[in-house]
């Protein structure tokens, strides 16, 4: 008789992320702070503690004591499935990570274990699944001419062919939400800051096939990193700015993972360097916003990669902002819902979590809602739509264009040609 | 020598069946750990790796692993000193206190009571050792016994503290209770009935406030109810159930540089 096989293997999961399994308390503080898991109803797979006590009883059952001495345990393909649908109902936000008494590293777990069942033929998750093919086709998730890149840049921006700093537009600025690439090329172009873009050879960053766990699909990431990588390069920079915060973690964390080397350029978010420029005087604000502003902060640029102050640093010195705290922000925010695929796989999910994320907003009495991330804009503006809510959300780099006395008007002519 | 605990008054443990008991325990332990550390070595050392085609799990493989994410920088920024982690995360359980003064103080009470008293019976072991060997101390294990006999009962309590407080929320806390499943009152039930044994098998040994007027005669197999649950739930069984957090999840967390 043949000799049984796992129902489970250990693809891309580390020994350490096993042991994690079994580090567990179960003490439930991950399930108190879920935003996926409060906007689902309570839906009880999708709590991040049920979902590692399930992984720790397959490996059990495939690698434990029992399955040593009678054999692996079969798990029935309908409960991969089912624990499939519930690693997915996941923005993979990691406030998990973050109040998890055992400190585990959850947004690495479960992006591994995506991983793991798509290599298996299990997931991703309805549409997500279009991605590495379009992405790796297009270069941007959005179907558009890579020649279009650059098709939005108004006639006032002054572009360098080379330049110690590269802007990084990321494809939903360059392609979808035109008035941030506006606001963050005149803000550079008026603080007398020489930079220069990718153009054609800037590719998307990745980020949508590494959180979906479709890092290894026909290498599209790796070959994806590796291509902007050698682009920014070869324009001689050392300096990369990004006002994507999906873009800049991607860029910050897995790009040097995925190349198996460090970047040889200093990756930066548009706060960050604007933070720098108010430090060192070389702003000056011509115009007054005189409005109250939360913020919230993009799970990409906060909890992932720990850029917290530099936001807020930038509102406060706007003049005339009024800058008020949410409930849940810094390393114990809410997320916007839009990450980790759930946007594109499970929109009621994320508008549901948008919702709350909104509320937390209304609930200052701020006339802004901003963020720092285009996908946080987007998923914020639905959750505001859906709930009527009178209240602006804005990104950051606008609010200090139009504090420098910049338009972030789309001229007609700009808008991108369909592929 | 000759210990207290035993079938009765008159068939009580020798140092010798002592010594088998703790061994088997120490063996059923340590078997637990290999297949553990070889169900945790069956993963892969690094990001977005496969496992070699028909390679074992390893102890080895999980424990170089291990070591290496220990020491490599975090490109999150989330780094910790090790010797903070050490001391905050670990020995002072800081991120529970972050999260709740009250299961903190529960979880450091247990923490703390079952720590002591494991090294206080690793120093009685030792002087029962020594004496063994020959070399003379300047005092009995008898009277050295007695001289542990004040913080035994001080760390006792304290570990009798935070095992009523985890008992009652579990029962009285709606959210706990609810999401409390077998998996958790093992280990909960385990340490509660050591704590417990330990008290009442004391208390008919010296007819002290925990004898509940039990019969004096029942104090040695009391004593050997304690002493066998101990080595069961203490070391034998760690490896096979939720006790294995009192390993993994200092590993987990020197792994991850104290966590986010």
Same mark, same amino acid.
């Given at each position: 008789?043949?000799?049984?096989?796992?129902?489970?293997?250990?693809?891309?999961?580390?020994?350490?992320?096993?042991?994690?399994?079994?580090?567990?308390?179960?003490?439930?503080?991950?399930?108190?702070?879920?935003?996926?898991?409060?906007?689902?109803?309570? %839906?009880?797979?999708?709590?991040?503690?049920?979902?590692?006590?399930?992984?720790?009883?397959?490996?059990?059952?495939?690698?434990?004591?029992?399955?040593?001495?009678?054999?692996? %345990?079969?798990?029935?393909?309908?409960?991969?499935?089912?624990?499939?649908?519930?690693?997915?109902?996941?923005?993979?936000?990691?406030?998990?990570?973050? /109040?998890?008494?055992?400190?585990?590293?959850?947004?690495?777990?479960?992006?591994?274990?995506?991983?793991?069942?798509?290599?298996?033929?299990?997931?991703?998750?309805?549409?997500?699944?279009?991605?590495?093919?379009?992405?790796?086709?297009?270069?941007?998730?959005?179907?558009?001419?890579?020649?279009?890149?650059?098709?939005?840049?108004?006639?006032?921006?002054?572009?360098?062919?080379?330049?110690?700093?590269?802007?990084?537009?990321?494809?939903?600025?360059?392609? %979808?939400?035109?008035?941030?690439?506006?606001?963050?090329?005149?803000?550079?172009?008026?603080?007398?800051?020489?930079?220069?873009?990718?153009?054609?050879?800037?590719?998307?960053?990745? +980020?949508?096939?590494?959180?979906?766990?479709?890092?290894?699909?026909?290498?599209?990431?790796?070959?994806?990193?590796?291509?902007?990588?050698?682009?920014?390069?070869?324009?001689?920079?050392?300096?990369?700015?990004?006002?994507?915060?999906?873009?800049?973690?991607?860029?910050?964390?897995?790009?040097?993972?995925?190349?198996?080397?460090?970047? *040889?350029?200093?990756?930066?978010?548009?706060?960050?360097?604007?933070?720098?420029?108010?430090?060192?005087?070389?702003?000056?604000?011509?115009?007054?916003?005189?409005?109250?502003?939360?913020?919230?902060?993009?799970?990409?640029?906060?909890?992932?990669?720990?850029?917290?102050?530099?936001?807020?640093?930038? =509102?406060?010195?706007?003049?005339?902002?009024?800058?008020?705290?949410?409930?849940?922000?810094?390393?114990?925010?809410?997320?916007?819902?839009?990450?980790?695929?759930?946007?594109?796989?499970?929109?009621?999910?994320?508008?549901?979590?948008?919702?709350?994320? /909104?509320?937390?907003?209304?609930?200052?009495?701020?006339?802004?809602?901003?963020?720092?991330? *285009?996908?946080?804009?987007?998923?914020? $503006?639905?959750?505001?739509?859906?709930?009527?809510?009178?209240?602006? /959300?804005?990104?950051?780099?606008?609010?200090?264009?139009?504090?420098?006395?910049?338009?972030?008007?789309?001229?007609?002519?700009?808008?991108?040609?369909?592929? | 020598?000759?210990?207290?605990?035993?079938? +009765?008054?008159?068939?009580?443990?020798?140092?010798?069946?002592?010594?088998?008991?703790?061994?088997?325990?120490?063996?059923?332990?340590?078997?637990?750990?290999?297949?553990?550390?070889?169900?945790?070595?069956? !993963?892969?050392?690094?990001?977005?790796?496969?496992?070699?085609?028909?390679?074992?799990? +390893?102890?080895?493989?999980?424990?170089?692993?291990?070591?290496?994410?220990?020491?490599?920088? +975090?490109?999150?920024?989330?780094?910790?000193?090790?010797?903070?982690?050490?001391?905050?995360?670990?020995?002072?359980?800081?991120?529970?206190?972050?999260?709740? *003064?009250?299961?903190?103080? &529960?979880?450091?009470?247990?923490?703390?009571?079952?720590?002591?008293?494991?090294?206080?019976?690793?120093? $009685?072991?030792? /002087?029962? &050792?020594?004496?063994?060997?020959?070399?003379?101390?300047?005092?009995?294990?008898?009277?050295?016994?007695?001289?542990?006999?004040?913080?035994?009962?001080?760390?006792?309590?304290?570990?009798?503290?935070?095992?009523?407080?985890?008992?009652?929320?579990?029962?009285?806390?709606?959210?706990?209770?609810?999401?409390?499943?077998?998996?958790?009152?093992?280990?909960?039930?385990?340490?509660?009935?050591?704590?417990?044994?330990?008290?009442?098998?004391? !208390?008919?040994?010296?007819?002290?406030?925990?004898?509940?007027? =039990?019969?004096?005669?029942?104090?040695? *197999?009391?004593?050997?109810?304690?002493?066998?649950?101990?080595?069961?739930?203490?070391?034998?069984?760690?490896?096979?159930?939720?006790?294995?957090?009192?390993?993994?999840?200092?590993?987990?967390?020197?792994?991850?540089?104290?966590?986010?």
């Amino acid at each position: 008789m043949a000799k049984k096989t796992p129902s489970i293997d250990t693809k891309n999961l580390t020994a350490v992320q096993l042991m994690e399994l079994d580090s567990c308390t179960r003490c439930g503080e991950c399930v108190k702070w879920c935003p996926t898991y409060a906007a689902s109803g309570q %839906k009880p797979g999708l709590a991040p503690r049920d979902k590692i006590l399930r992984w720790k009883q397959y490996m059990d059952k495939s690698y434990g004591l029992k399955a040593k001495l009678f054999g692996p %345990k079969e798990i029935p393909q309908s409960e991969l499935e089912e624990f499939k649908d519930d690693l997915h109902g996941c923005s993979t936000c990691g406030i998990c990570a973050t /109040v998890c008494e055992s400190g585990i590293n959850t947004v690495e777990l479960w992006e591994a274990l995506r991983t793991n069942l798509v290599k298996k033929g299990i997931g991703p998750f309805g549409k997500q699944s279009m991605f590495p093919k379009l992405i790796g086709q297009y270069h941007n998730p959005y179907l558009l001419d890579q020649k279009d890149r650059l098709a939005w840049v108004p006639p006032d921006v002054k572009i360098a062919d080379k330049a110690n700093i590269v802007y990084f537009t990321g494809c939903t600025a360059g392609y %979808k939400q035109l008035a941030l690439a506006f606001a963050t090329s005149r803000v550079l172009n008026k603080l007398g800051i020489e930079f220069t873009m990718l153009g054609e050879e800037e590719w998307c960053c990745g +980020s949508a096939l590494i959180r979906t766990g479709q890092v290894h699909v026909d290498d599209v990431a790796r070959n994806l990193a590796k291509h902007n990588v050698e682009a920014i390069k070869a324009k001689g920079a050392t300096k990369v700015l990004y006002a994507c915060a999906g873009c800049f973690r991607a860029s910050k964390v897995d790009w040097p993972r995925l190349l198996g080397e460090e970047l *040889p350029f200093e990756v930066v978010h548009i706060t960050e360097f604007l933070e720098d420029l108010i430090k060192k005087d070389k702003i000056k604000w011509e115009k007054t916003i005189d409005k109250t502003v939360t913020y919230h902060d993009p799970c990409h640029l906060g909890r992932h990669v720990g850029v917290y102050d530099a936001p807020r640093f930038v =509102l406060e010195h706007i003049p005339g902002v009024k800058f008020v705290e949410m409930d849940r922000v810094r390393e114990f925010q809410r997320c916007c819902g839009a990450g980790g695929g759930v946007k594109a796989g499970l929109p009621d999910l994320a508008l549901g979590v948008a919702e709350s994320r /909104v509320k937390d907003a209304l609930d200052t009495n701020a006339d802004i809602l901003s963020s720092a991330c *285009p996908f946080c804009k987007r998923n914020l $503006m639905d959750g505001r739509d859906s709930l009527k809510a009178d209240i602006e /959300v804005e990104d950051i780099i606008v609010l200090v264009a139009q504090a420098l006395g910049l338009s972030v008007e789309e001229p007609k002519k700009a808008e991108p040609k369909k592929a | 020598m000759e210990y207290f605990s035993g079938l +009765s008054d008159a068939l009580r443990l020798t140092f010798v069946q002592i010594m088998i008991f703790s061994t088997i325990a120490i063996v059923i332990f340590l078997y637990g750990m290999i297949l553990n550390f070889q169900k945790w070595g069956a !993963g892969v050392t690094g990001y977005a790796l496969e496992p070699q085609a028909g390679s074992k799990g +390893s102890a080895i493989r999980f424990l170089k692993t291990w070591w290496k994410q220990v020491v490599e920088e +975090s490109h999150h920024g989330h780094g910790k000193p090790i010797l903070e982690v050490l001391i905050l995360d670990i020995m002072f359980q800081r991120r529970i206190l972050k999260r709740s *003064p009250l299961r903190w103080f &529960m979880h450091f009470t247990i923490f703390a009571g079952w720590m002591s008293l494991f090294a206080l019976s690793g120093l $009685m072991f030792a /002087v029962e &050792m020594t004496e063994k060997f020959g070399i003379e101390l300047p005092f009995t294990p008898a009277e050295f016994r007695d001289f542990l006999s004040l913080p035994n009962y001080i760390f006792g309590y304290v570990l009798l503290l935070g095992v009523i407080i985890a008992v009652v929320r579990r029962l009285v806390v709606s959210n706990a209770r609810e999401a409390t499943i077998m998996y958790d009152w093992i280990l909960l039930g385990g340490v509660f009935i050591v704590t417990i044994s330990g008290f009442i098998a004391d !208390g008919i040994r010296t007819g002290f406030i925990w004898s509940f007027g =039990l019969d004096p005669a029942t104090a040695p *197999p009391a004593a050997l109810f304690h002493s066998i649950i101990s080595l069961l739930f203490c070391i034998a069984y760690i490896p096979y159930s939720k006790y294995i957090h009192v390993i993994a999840t200092p590993l987990a967390i020197l792994a991850n540089k104290g966590g986010e």
